[in-house]
């Protein structure tokens, strides 16, 4: 036996060969956890142990964390400083982006995401249980359940993340009482008794002094369950997506030459088999599966979530973002469906909001047709609202431009996601799960109104006069950035008809009393501060909205 | 049935990732930096478009410090497979003798990194570029997202991060900024080896041990070449059995004492390390969160 147990694991040459020891590490599988509960309730000094514990650190990292000149922690190692590697993080003590950390053990690799408490980087915390199949909740055996552990409860179900883990944390300091843990336990199970998860597992423990995190303690003896690392090493991590209903969403179109047309992508679920008949949307079409391509040899069939290329019997018109099923068990396909949405953007969301939306690997322009319902995180029950505020969770309305393919979130956590995104300051602003489509309304929504395209376009229309050509290319160029829909064109038949569908056309001159002409404005000699002189300009007149240029930072 | 095995995921992942970018950016470039984690890299992208070609070039931006043995792998093994390889190099600071020894190691991969690199993106005019940068190496990295938005000066603002969920990414950007894509974000250094393993990727001769001519200063062997450092007196290379773990510049790279020469051993190797492997590049040490510093930059 090598005497020191090794990185992250440890490998005995007598009773393991280096082969035996790879063919085993190729049969681990992968399971990804996050952390959330409130700032302080000691999420990073865990992972910092878990590391430690699981050997997962290298010698000169813990050297480093143990000269750093900072240690909030009342024992020889600081343990938050593993995973709070930004100097922000270590200069105030505290956790503001998700840091990702590895270790396996002989049974299991893992990806662990440790998420920020604070309210306000709430994002950052959406952002690491995204995609993890497990959460350990913390919770400070002194403070007991706070709100924002409810709100990361309630995050962490949204995202489907399907089993959790209630680490009721620094039970050092209540004299590892059993009651102050059945307590805290008692209150969590009651709020999150209908958010369906699969298992919520309790374990009081202290991350400080290790007890119950790689292996049992000695101090409490009242407690029979796994020790943090037993119960990771061994829960299931089935999720078995590849028995599921096939979703292949078309990312990219692969054509080396006339003889070869391949869809290329990633299984988001179910199998996929040579020979299959398969349904192509949005068009329709069927056709049959030709091959499957690999760069290690073709496949006669592939599963969730193995990247492939695919090709058709058929001549078949198909482009990202389409998506190829089986024709017996299909997606929604619908421009109109409702979603939970936690929004993460300082500026507020109001029902009429255009934005972009990004499915898969569809984008299409939507609107926030209505907001249902914000849920209140202190009584857990859901209000009517007219916004959303930054970190707010909130059932909405959306309407896409064009019909997407997806399923309920709930089915299928990669068909049932989107982001939105702003298009002005691009960005990423809603995360999205779909709770089922809103069939087509029945009452007739008449002519697209000059409000609507208001709405959509987020400007006005205008018909702009300017002579000077290079700035008219300049200012239709800050406007297109602007997310506006812009053309500098002469003036001509269409142009009415452009204004009609709420463009701003430039043009040298205009006639015609609804004409704006710039030619005669007092502009600075300076191309960039006239163009900033025009927007302004602009927005004086209404025709571009000032709020929505104005929030530009702080997101 | 057992799901997709631990590595096989993490293929299927970064050649998704791979595809995204290539589809969504108009001018996406490689940036190949002739290591461990460039090979794989390039092999996923290989795989991520097979049967056409990569649809991107690579750049390597060459600090002209670099190991023969490097120069050598770089111009031949990319375009073995097909692929478009181009170097850039910061010729003015070079002429002007940038080099770490005077110019302190932050101050020349300035210079002939950060710089270089800088310059390389927007002469090229590109709007992506893909970097093999693990979050496993190094405590700034684990915090990094896997499409990094930098404004229009290449820089990172690791405290004003866009939210990045699932594995639908946002690749809007205003004209003149740009993304870093780490398609490697998830891999761990194990991970990186075992799948070079696999797959019987080529890579530099340097990673394996054999006997090379080094300074022996204290614990630290220094790679004679190029002659940048000055040596003490009484100091001379002399003949150890060594490799490198992790590639860089010769003035700044250690070699360590080491037997390992074929991959498995390599990994056997690994698992008895109590010391990470960019422990042996003098550049990360500079100061605390000097990573961080340079990243913020615009560096890799
Ligand atoms: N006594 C004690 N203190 C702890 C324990 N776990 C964490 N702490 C301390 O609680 C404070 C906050 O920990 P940190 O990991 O930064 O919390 P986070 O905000 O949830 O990531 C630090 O001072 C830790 O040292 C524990 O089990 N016992
Ligand atoms: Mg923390």
Redesign the pocket.
């Known amino acids: 036996m090598i005497a020191a147990e090794t990185n992250r694991e440890s490998l005995s040459p007598e009773s393991l060969s280096i082969d035996e020891f790879l063919a085993r590490e190729l049969n681990k599988d992968l399971l990804r956890f996050s952390?959330a509960?409130?700032?302080?309730?000691?999420?990073?000094?865990?992972?910092?142990?878990l590391l430690y514990d699981a050997r997962g650190i290298y010698d000169d990292q813990l050297d480093s964390i143990r000269k750093s000149k900072v240690n909030?922690?009342?024992?020889a190692i600081?343990?938050?400083l593993l995973?709070?590697g930004l100097r922000a993080e270590r200069e105030q003590?505290?956790?503001i982006d998700v840091a990702y950390r590895y270790f396996s053990t002989p049974r299991r690799k893992f990806i662990i995401a440790?998420t920020?408490?604070?309210e306000q980087y709430t994002r950052n915390m959406a952002t690491g249980a995204s995609t993890a199949q497990l959460a350990i909740v913390?919770v400070?055996a002194r403070n007991g359940v706070l709100p924002q552990t409810r709100r990361h409860a309630t995050i962490s179900a949204l995202l489907g993340i399907p089993r959790l883990v209630l680490a009721v944390?620094?039970?050092?300091?209540v004299d590892y009482s059993r009651e102050v843990f059945e307590k805290i336990r008692s209150d969590f199970f009651a709020f999150t008794s209908d958010f369906g998860f699969e298992e919520i597992q309790p374990i009081p423990?202290?991350?400080?002094?290790g007890?119950n995190v790689a292996r049992r303690g000695g101090q409490m003896h009242w407690y029979g369950g796994p020790a943090l690392l037993e119960y990771l090493e061994t829960v299931p991590v089935s999720e078995d997506t590849r028995s599921r209903p096939l979703r292949f969403p078309v990312q990219y179109v692969i054509r080396p030459d006339q003889h070869f047309r391949g869809y290329a992508g990633q299984i988001a679920s179910g199998t996929l088999r040579v020979g299959d008949r398969v349904a192509v949307l949005p068009s329709g079409q069927s056709s049959r599966v030709a091959s499957i391509t690999t760069f290690d040899g073709d496949m006669q069939s592939a599963h969730a979530p193995m990247s492939v290329t695919v090709t058709l019997e058929d001549e078949r018109d198909i482009s990202r973002g389409d998506m190829l099923t089986h024709l017996d068990d299909q997606p929604y396909v619908s421009r109109r469906f409702e979603a939970n949405l936690v929004w993460m953007t300082e500026d507020p969301l109001a029902a009429g909001r255009s934005l972009l939306l990004k499915h898969s690997a569809q984008q299409v322009s939507a609107r926030v047709h209505s907001i249902e319902s914000r849920l209140d995180i202190g009584t857990m029950e859901r209000k009517p609202a007219a916004t959303l505020s930054l970190n707010d969770i909130g059932t909405v309305r959306i309407d896409a431009s064009r019909p997407i393919f997806f399923d309920r979130y709930r089915d299928n956590r990669l068909t049932g996601a989107f982001i939105l995104i702003d298009p002005l300051t691009n960005s990423t602003v809603g995360a999205g799960m779909i709770q089922s489509a809103v069939r087509r309304q029945t009452v007739d929504l008449g002519h697209v109104t000059p409000e609507e395209r208001y709405a959509r376009n987020g400007h006005g229309p205008a018909l702009l006069a300017l002579a000077n050509g290079p700035l008219a290319l300049r200012l239709e160029r800050r406007l297109f950035d602007h997310g506006c829909q812009v053309i500098a064109a002469a003036q001509g038949a269409h142009t009415a008809a452009l204004y009609a569908a709420g463009l701003i056309v430039i043009s040298p001159s205009f006639t015609g009393e609804r004409a704006i002409d710039l030619n005669h404005l007092p502009l600075p000699g300076d191309e960039e501060a006239a163009v900033d002189a025009i927007m302004a300009y602009l927005e004086q007149n209404g025709i571009l909205a000032t709020d929505r240029f104005s929030s530009g930072e702080g997101i | 049935m057992p799901s997709l095995s631990h590595l096989r995921t993490l293929e299927a992942e970064s050649i998704h990732i791979l595809r995204e970018v290539a589809a969504e950016f108009a001018r996406p470039v490689m940036l190949y930096s002739i290591g461990k984690d460039s090979s794989v890299m390039l092999r996923l992208a290989q795989k991520a478009f097979y049967p056409g070609r990569i649809p991107f070039p690579l750049l390597h931006v060459d600090t002209t410090y670099k190991f023969k043995e490097m120069i050598e792998f770089r111009d031949w093994y990319p375009a073995s497979i097909g692929a478009d390889l181009r170097v850039y190099v910061n010729r003015e600071a070079r002429d002007a003798g940038a080099n770490p020894v005077t110019l302190g190691t932050a101050k020349c991969c300035g210079l002939l990194k950060t710089r270089a690199l800088l310059n390389a993106l927007s002469e090229g005019g590109y709007d992506a570029a893909f970097g093999g940068a693990r979050r496993d190496e190094e405590k700034s990295r684990a915090k990094e997202r896997i499409y990094s938005f930098r404004d229009q000066y290449g820089q990172w603002d690791p405290k004003n991060q866009r939210p990045e969920l699932w594995n639908v990414f946002n690749s809007r950007i205003d004209k003149g900024q740009s993304i870093r894509v780490f398609p490697l974000s998830n891999w761990t250094e194990l991970d990186v080896w075992h799948y070079i393993h696999l797959e019987n990727i080529p890579v530099v001769p340097l990673y394996f041990a054999k006997p090379r001519p080094m300074v022996v200063r204290g614990g630290s062997l220094i790679p004679p070449e190029h002659n940048v450092i000055p040596l003490l007196p009484g100091e001379a290379p002399q003949m150890v059995m060594c490799r490198m773990r992790s590639l860089g510049c010769t003035p700044c790279t250690g070699a360590i004492r080491s037997e390992a020469a074929t991959v498995p051993a390599i990994i056997e190797e690994l698992l008895r390390f109590r010391r990470s492997e960019r422990e042996n590049r003098i550049i990360d040490h500079d100061q605390e969160g000097s990573m961080e510093l340079k990243k913020r930059e615009g560096y890799f």
């Not at chain 1, 509960?37 to 142990?49: E, M, P, Q």
Request: charged fraction near 30%; glycine fraction near 14%; hydrophobic fraction near 25%.
């Open positions: 952390t509960g409130s700032v302080d309730d000691g999420k990073s000094t865990l992972i910092g142990r909030r922690s009342s024992g600081d343990f938050s995973t709070d003590g505290i956790t440790d920020p408490g604070h913390l400070d944390n620094k039970m050092d300091l423990i202290s991350a400080l002094e007890e």
